[in-house]
């Protein structure tokens, strides 16, 4: 292969990532993330299905540059050298050169490519930087190229589902916002009845000399049979006992 990098090596390193893809523009979540190692473009979530049988490469971002797993870029070329940072448990690789100006001379960990401070014994900062630094010396890559004839995204990899305009694309499989007209109640264990009771007591009218408590919203709902009962419990005229 001399000199030259592959086709999807050039691809991963020039194309822009996190930018809105032109073909799905009114879509949401449009970001392209992923890196088709076939067609040697980025594109986004929804034109995953269209290349669900190419290479595919998830790409990632980690303070404000582009990163892919290090698990996944070791099935295409060899990183070993190269630091890798950890991301949510997982390890990760820059894939361009990130440079950085020494700040005091002497002995050091540092970049081979673009004096950034490592940590060791790493000598490379990026994927970027050891490409670089095995093209300038020994002017083939081949032999850090592996085959790779299948490459999936990881399951977690959320792929849009095309929805309406009207709809919310929501990620979690139920909401925890409760939205209703009906009073929420105090106790799951309470019946229909008691919970009822609860709502009517911020609401509670007094008839005058009955003795009787009624809900506000419920007070139609008072038969004459009840009403007749609740006024035979007013206290009768008192009788005198009889004289012995």
């Known amino acids: 292969m001399g000199i030259q990098k592959p086709a999807w090596l050039e691809a991963l390193y020039s194309q822009k990532f996190f930018v809105g893809c032109s073909y799905h523009e009114t879509a949401k979540k449009n970001e392209k993330n992923v890196c088709c190692l076939d067609c040697c473009i980025s594109i986004c979530p929804h034109c995953v299905p269209s290349h669900r049988f190419h290479r595919l490469l998830q790409v990632r971002r980690y303070v404000y540059h582009d990163v892919v797993r290090l698990e996944d870029l070791q099935k295409l070329i060899d990183c070993s050298n190269v630091q890798a940072y950890t991301i949510n448990s997982a390890k990760v690789v820059f894939i361009k050169k990130r440079p950085q100006n020494r700040q005091l001379k002497g002995s050091g960990n540092y970049c081979t490519s673009c004096d950034r401070s490592l940590q060791e014994p790493f000598i490379h900062c990026s994927l970027g930087c050891k490409v670089d630094f095995v093209l300038k010396h020994y002017k083939d890559l081949s032999p850090y190229l ?99």
């Open 146 to 244: 592996r085959i790779c004839n299948s490459l999936t995204l990881s399951p977690d990899f959320l792929i849009p589902q095309d929805m309406g305009d009207d709809e919310m694309t929501n990620e979690t499989p139920h909401s925890t916002i409760v939205d209703s007209d009906e009073p929420m109640s105090w106790s799951s264990g309470s019946s229909g009845s008691e919970n009822m009771s609860m709502v009517c007591t911020q609401e509670i009218v007094r008839k005058k000399r009955s003795g009787l408590y009624v809900c506000g919203r419920s007070a139609n709902k008072v038969s004459d049979e009840d009403m007749t009962t609740s006024m035979s419990r007013r206290k009768g005229i008192p009788h005198r006992s009889p004289l012995c």
